[in-house]
């Protein structure tokens, strides 16, 4: 008998069977229907779905006139992973925001830390399941800036070159090192509504204005060369540029504060 055939009523769907599949083949009564609802229950439990990129929504879907996709110019055989792609591009906002302090982030070191660059598709279920509900996660942080800079072309976005992220680094205290920091981004998908956040979070970051930054919390696994000071091939050294590879990605929200103290809109402010 086939496994297609034995499975019955067991959603299909790449690398998962629905739980209710599961459940229902363990009512049955035929015994090796039973056994095999039970090693694919332990399956789901030991060793989850691989992600799927479109299974992580808030999205508004394409973007720009050449219509990139949420998961970028990343393919199933790409270097670039496709699944972080698709969490670059939440642009839809999370629906609330847990506070969160900077030196918390840092100390947070998933098993993904040992994944190093690789595609997600390659991770261990544990490596996979360590950033699962925490890259679910809205997150806002309060702190200071320590650099704004127009990236270059990244496959998130369709390696567009005018479509670009900007970089900026938050850090604890006014005059922390880069090195201190989290990296906070600002997608190009938000910059329609927001036009001028790159100019006033780089006049935030010169007047060392304190900011709160608002969006999806999500691990970067491309940059873990930036974690430690570095020589390259020419002998050049290159400090470290953040102290953990968790990021705001994208941000959903600047805010500075008023008069009163009072958290509002970086646009709100008259600079």
Same mark, same amino acid.
């Given at each position: 008998? @086939?496994?297609?055939?034995?499975?019955?009523?067991?959603?299909?769907h790449?690398?998962?069977?629905?739980?209710?599949?599961? *459940?229902?083949?363990?009512?049955?009564?035929?015994?090796?229907?039973?056994?095999?609802?039970? *090693?694919?229950?332990?399956?789901?439990?030991?060793?989850?779905?691989?992600?799927?990129?479109?299974?992580?929504?808030?999205?508004? %879907?394409?973007?720009? $006139?050449?219509?990139?996709?949420?998961?970028?110019?990343?393919?199933?055989?790409?270097?670039?992973?496709?699944?972080?792609?698709?969490?670059?591009?939440?642009?839809?906002?999370?629906? @609330?925001?847990?506070?969160?302090?900077?030196?918390?982030? $840092?100390?947070?070191?998933? $098993?993904?830390?040992?994944?190093?660059?690789?595609?997600?598709?390659?991770?261990?279920?544990?490596?996979?399941?360590?950033?699962?509900?925490?890259?679910?996660?809205?997150?806002?942080?309060? %702190?200071?800036l320590?650099?704004?800079?127009?990236?270059?072309?990244?496959?998130?976005?369709?390696?567009?070159?005018?479509?670009?992220?900007?970089?900026?680094?938050?850090?604890?205290?006014?005059?922390?090192?880069?090195?201190?920091?989290? *990296?906070?981004?600002?997608?190009?998908?938000?910059?329609?509504?927001?036009?001028?956040?790159?100019?006033?979070?780089?006049?935030?970051?010169?007047?060392?204005?304190l900011?709160?930054?608002?969006?999806?919390?999500?691990?970067?696994?491309?940059?873990?060369?930036?974690?430690?000071?570095?020589?390259?091939?020419?002998?050049?050294?290159?400090?470290?540029?953040?102290?953990?590879?968790?990021?705001?990605?994208?941000?959903?929200?600047?805010?500075?504060?008023?008069?009163?103290?009072?958290? *509002?809109?970086?646009? @709100?402010?008259?600079?």
């Amino acid at each position: 008998m @086939s496994i297609c055939a034995i499975c019955g009523s067991v959603p299909s769907h790449p690398g998962r069977v629905g739980i209710w599949g599961r *459940v229902t083949l363990l009512k049955q009564g035929d015994p090796l229907k039973q056994s095999l609802a039970a *090693v694919l229950l332990l399956w789901s439990v030991v060793l989850p779905a691989q992600d799927d990129p479109a299974l992580i929504g808030h999205t508004s %879907g394409s973007f720009g $006139v050449e219509r990139c996709p949420p998961t970028g110019d990343a393919t199933a055989t790409s270097a670039p992973d496709p699944y972080l792609n698709a969490l670059k591009n939440r642009d839809v906002a999370p629906g @609330s925001y847990a506070p969160m302090k900077v030196a918390r982030i $840092v100390a947070d070191v998933p $098993v993904a830390s040992t994944a190093k660059h690789d595609r997600r598709d390659r991770w261990t279920p544990a490596q996979r399941r360590s950033l699962r509900k925490k890259e679910e996660t809205g997150i806002e942080v309060t %702190g200071f800036l320590a650099g704004v800079n127009h990236e270059g072309e990244e496959s998130c976005n369709c390696s567009d070159p005018i479509h670009r992220d900007y970089h900026m680094w938050l850090v604890p205290s006014a005059g922390d090192k880069q090195a201190k920091s989290i *990296v906070v981004e600002l997608s190009p998908r938000l910059l329609d509504d927001h036009p001028n956040w790159p100019k006033l979070a780089t006049k935030a970051w010169r007047d060392g204005t304190l900011v709160r930054i608002r969006g999806w919390r999500m691990w970067d696994q491309e940059h873990p060369e930036q974690l430690h000071n570095r020589t390259d091939r020419h002998g050049k050294l290159h400090h470290a540029t953040r102290a953990t590879l968790w990021e705001i990605h994208p941000i959903h929200e600047i805010d500075v504060q008023d008069a009163q103290g009072k958290w *509002v809109a970086i646009e @709100s402010i008259s600079h």
